[in-house]
């Protein structure tokens, strides 16, 4: 079985002309909800093996914020520079391109590619748009990463900051 997490970085800073939407850093409620859903993670046993990211700043910063709330078993976190506005099926083949000895993968990107991934991989499922901070955790029914796909989705649940809601569907 491989578990897959994927997650929208965290609310960043908007409204300020001299930075680029690159380098937008997270604000307040960004970091609260990053640290709170990371908590969320770990208090339901999601803690993945490896965080891929996004090198913009306010993913870097999510990713950071994540490993340091998962510092009982914290994560290897590598920035994954195709992440900056990479849509679905790039996400997807770097996915399936992980290493076997990874059994939880994380991917922390932007919308609108991040939900893409979702809505390409639970079609079924109706609410696939990602919150700032929010994430979907996909188990498959596979061996290898190389076979996921929609038809080997096993079950799945999500989490929105601002919801508190933590449910598993299948």
Same mark, same amino acid.
């Given at each position: 079985?491989? #578990? *897959?997490?994927?997650?929208?970085?965290? $609310?960043? +800073?908007?409204?300020?002309?001299?930075?680029?939407?690159?380098?937008?850093?997270?604000?307040?409620?960004?970091?609260?909800?990053?640290?709170?859903?990371?908590? #969320?993670? =770990?208090? %339901?046993? *999601? =803690?993945?093996? *490896?965080?891929?990211?996004?090198?913009?700043?306010?993913?870097?910063? @999510?990713?950071?914020?994540?490993?340091?709330?998962?510092?009982?078993?914290?994560?290897? =976190?590598?920035?994954?520079?195709?992440?900056?506005?990479?849509?679905?099926?790039?996400?997807?083949? /770097?996915?399936?391109?992980?290493?076997? #000895?990874?059994?939880?993968? /994380?991917?922390?990107?932007?919308?609108?590619? !991040?939900?893409?991934? =979702?809505? *390409?991989?639970?079609?079924?499922?109706?609410? @696939?748009?990602?919150?700032?901070?929010?994430?979907?955790? !996909?188990?498959?029914?596979?061996?290898?990463?190389?076979?996921?796909?929609?038809?080997?989705?096993? $079950?799945? /649940? +999500?989490?929105?900051?601002?919801?508190?809601?933590? %449910?598993?569907?299948?």
């Amino acid at each position: 079985m491989k #578990r *897959l997490t994927l997650m929208r970085h965290a $609310d960043a +800073r908007w409204n300020d002309s001299g930075v680029s939407d690159f380098e937008r850093p997270l604000n307040r409620r960004g970091t609260a909800d990053a640290q709170g859903m990371a908590r #969320r993670l =770990v208090e %339901g046993a *999601l =803690v993945p093996e *490896l965080i891929l990211a996004s090198p913009a700043r306010r993913t870097q910063q @999510t990713a950071e914020i994540l490993a340091r709330q998962m510092a009982a078993a914290p994560p290897r =976190v590598l920035t994954e520079e195709a992440l900056y506005l990479a849509g679905a099926p790039d996400m997807l083949k /770097m996915a399936q391109a992980t290493g076997p #000895r990874i059994a939880h993968l /994380m991917v922390i990107a932007h919308n609108p590619g !991040i939900s893409e991934l =979702v809505r *390409l991989l639970l079609p079924e499922e109706p609410s @696939t748009e990602l919150a700032a901070a929010g994430w979907c955790s !996909i188990s498959f029914d596979c061996g290898d990463w190389e076979d996921l796909s929609a038809l080997k989705v096993r $079950d799945y /649940m +999500r989490e929105a900051p601002s919801s508190g809601l933590f %449910g598993l569907f299948a």
